[in-house]
């Protein structure tokens, strides 16, 4: 069974930083794209970041590049997202998502249940 579990959401203020985590199973990591999207309320979805398996190739929103870096474990099947400099427009639900087939939400194959994130002012 195919499962991606998020954890590392919750409540900071301004400026601070969260690690998200995405653990996956039930599936081989060769060759796929991990990402990160979110949700916020009222708003469509977006894409946040993506990494290759490899970790070789990464992508970032304008929104969050220089502040968001993603990461890979492949020993722990693990993708991470470090989120640093948070803004209250970055609170969201922050979904991860694998797939085969580039960093698009409509591309993706799996996805997790999403982490809460809340920046407050």
């Known amino acids: 069974e195919v499962q991606l579990v998020e954890s590392g959401g919750g409540l900071v203020q301004a400026g601070g930083s969260l690690r998200l985590s995405c653990a996956a199973s039930g599936f081989t990591f060769d060759g796929i794209v991990i990402g990160w999207f979110r949700q916020a309320p009222g708003k469509e979805r977006e894409g946040v970041s993506c990494?290759?398996?490899?970790?070789?190739?990464?992508y970032y929103a304008d929104s969050v590049k220089g502040r968001f870096t993603i990461s890979n474990d492949n020993a722990k099947n693990t993708v991470y997202l470090k989120m640093n400099s948070l803004k209250p427009e970055d609170t969201a639900v922050y979904y991860c998502?694998?797939?085969?087939?580039?960093?698009?939400?409509?591309?993706?194959?799996?996805w997790g249940k999403g982490t809460l994130v809340t920046v407050s002012s």
């Open positions: 998502a694998a797939g085969w087939s580039g960093c698009r939400g409509s591309s993706m194959d799996y």
């Open positions: 990494i290759s398996s490899s970790g070789g190739s990464t």
